[in-house]
């Protein structure tokens, strides 16, 4: 069995993380810390050839009334760009919420500052995947 994984694409900061091998929980998570697609990508490739990765679901950010805006767009074409590089199924999952969602979980354990900063990418693709990986299992 293949591992599922989540990405939080972001401009700077790619928020990354793995299931286990079940597929029932988020097993490990990661930031990528760069602003080109390109080095990105190479970093995510890396990833999925050490953890086993055999599918991918990519938040797209929804304005809350379900619409779609600039930031979609940047974000579809991304999954797509991760789909011809790395020839895996690529999902794409509602995030609405997940970035304030992950800021208040972060908040519950007292991270702040710079240490929240490097950690809330992670955090929203946790949750992410954990959508997904839900969704999976109802269906």
């Not at 929980?25 to 050839?49: C, F, N, P």
């Not at 509602?94 to 007292?110: F, K, P, Q």
């Not at 500052?113 to 299992?137: C, H, P």
Request: net charge neutral; aromatic share 4%.
């Amino acid at each position: 069995m293949k591992k599922i994984m989540g990405v939080d694409y972001g401009d700077a900061r790619t928020g990354i993380a793995i299931s286990d091998l079940l597929c029932s929980i988020v097993g490990s998570t990661t930031v990528i810390h760069s602003r080109r697609d390109d080095k990105t990508i190479a970093e995510i490739q890396k990833l999925i050839a050490e953890n086993m990765v055999g599918e991918i679901v990519c938040g797209l950010p929804k304005n809350m009334d379900g619409t779609e805006g600039p930031r979609a767009e940047v974000c579809r074409a991304f999954a797509e760009q991760l789909k011809e590089a790395t020839g895996l199924p690529v999902a794409l999952w509602d995030e609405r919420r997940t970035t304030v969602e992950a800021h208040n979980i972060l908040s519950e354990h007292n991270y702040h500052g710079k240490k929240r900063k490097n950690t809330v990418d992670a955090v929203a693709a946790s949750l992410i995947l954990e959508g997904y990986l839900n969704f999976k299992k109802r269906s």
